[in-house]
């Protein structure tokens, strides 16, 4: 029927454009670590999510935030076509839904939810020892300040925290939060878990997570996931061939 090429190429081509219309471009600017920035950036990671890794300076944040182009004044900022969208857990929960790692079924994402707000009560006493006048705290007066309240949040702060989550892994019984597969549940308790282990927070020893075996291993379970694993390669090789 060789009369209806010609349609089959117009309608193809109409819908290419429909699609390509569709299209969102996606940038997401943070500073050069994991922070804030790192649960998104996986979700967009594993699930095939193109997007623009804008890494930016302390200055040129100091710059953005001065200019008044930041909403609320704060990073991670997540750009779509050009419009601006501020708070790292509902920029995870936008992307967690493109990516298919945020359940449509109501109750299924409650309890995903529950996960990600109470990784907010890990990130209050860990922000507070970090970003001290957001607190209304005045800056450590020395160093032996800061290890007193960084021991204190080791040993005192976060212990309660992680044993609850580690009863809360221990019911679900599949090393995931949430179900049997991975969900923005797990992405956003990797990032203050990760943390923790990677030992970037002075005074508060990688060790305290051995106690919590499903939290500990909650980090090598999204680490090895095939796309997260590349990600993290490609990271290792960008950072070391811009320090050379
Ligand atoms: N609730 C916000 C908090 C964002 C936030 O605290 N961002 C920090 C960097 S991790 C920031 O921009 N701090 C600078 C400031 O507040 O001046 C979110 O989850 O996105």
Same mark, same amino acid.
């Given at each position: 029927?060789?009369?209806?090429? *010609? #349609?089959? @190429?117009?309608?193809?081509? $109409?819908?290419?454009?429909?699609?390509? =219309?569709?299209?969102?471009?996606?940038?997401? !600017?943070?500073?050069?670590?994991?922070?804030?920035?790192?649960?998104?950036?996986?979700?967009?990671?594993?699930?095939?999510?193109?997007?623009?890794?804008?890494?930016?300076?302390?200055?040129?944040?100091?710059?953005?935030?001065?200019?008044?182009?930041?909403?609320?004044?704060?990073?991670?900022?997540?750009?779509?076509?050009?419009?601006?969208?501020?708070?790292?857990?509902?920029?995870?929960?936008?992307?967690?839904?493109?990516?298919?790692?945020?359940?449509?079924? *109501? #109750?299924? @994402?409650?309890?995903?939810? $529950?996960?990600?707000?109470?990784?907010? =009560?890990?990130?209050?006493?860990?922000?507070? !020892?970090?970003?001290?006048?957001?607190?209304?705290?005045?800056?450590?007066?020395?160093?032996?300040?800061?290890?007193?309240?960084?021991?204190?949040?080791?040993?005192?702060?976060?212990?309660?925290?992680?044993?609850?989550?580690?009863?809360?892994?221990?019911?679900?019984?599949?090393?995931?939060?949430?179900?049997?597969?991975?969900?923005?549940?797990?992405?956003?308790?990797?990032?203050?878990?990760?943390?923790?282990?990677?030992?970037?927070?002075?005074?508060?020893? *990688?060790?305290?997570?051995?106690?919590?075996?499903?939290?500990?291993?909650?980090?090598?379970?999204?680490?090895?996931?095939?796309?997260?694993?590349?990600?993290?390669?490609?990271?290792?090789?960008?950072?070391?061939?811009?320090?050379?």
């Amino acid at each position: 029927m060789p009369h209806f090429q *010609p #349609l089959l @190429a117009t309608f193809l081509l $109409a819908h290419t454009l429909v699609i390509a =219309d569709k299209m969102s471009t996606m940038k997401l !600017t943070y500073f050069d670590f994991g922070g804030r920035a790192e649960y998104t950036r996986l979700a967009c990671v594993i699930g095939g999510i193109d997007f623009e890794n804008h890494l930016i300076s302390f200055e040129q944040f100091g710059q953005m935030k001065a200019s008044g182009e930041l909403p609320h004044g704060q990073v991670p900022i997540l750009e779509i076509d050009g419009v601006k969208y501020p708070q790292s857990n509902s920029q995870l929960r936008y992307v967690g839904k493109l990516a298919g790692l945020y359940p449509e079924d *109501p #109750l299924e @994402a409650l309890r995903v939810d $529950a996960y990600v707000d109470f990784a907010e =009560d890990m990130a209050v006493p860990v922000g507070a !020892t970090i970003s001290r006048k957001r607190f209304g705290l005045p800056d450590f007066a020395d160093e032996d300040e800061k290890k007193a309240a960084r021991e204190q949040l080791a040993f005192e702060l976060l212990p309660p925290l992680l044993q609850q989550l580690e009863k809360k892994l221990a019911d679900n019984g599949t090393g995931w939060c949430v179900g049997d597969s991975c969900t923005i549940a797990d992405l956003r308790w990797y990032q203050p878990l990760n943390t923790v282990l990677s030992g970037t927070l002075d005074y508060v020893p *990688p060790s305290i997570l051995d106690a919590y075996p499903l939290a500990k291993g909650l980090v090598d379970k999204v680490k090895s996931i095939p796309a997260v694993h590349a990600w993290y390669e490609a990271e290792a090789a960008r950072k070391a061939s811009s320090s050379s």
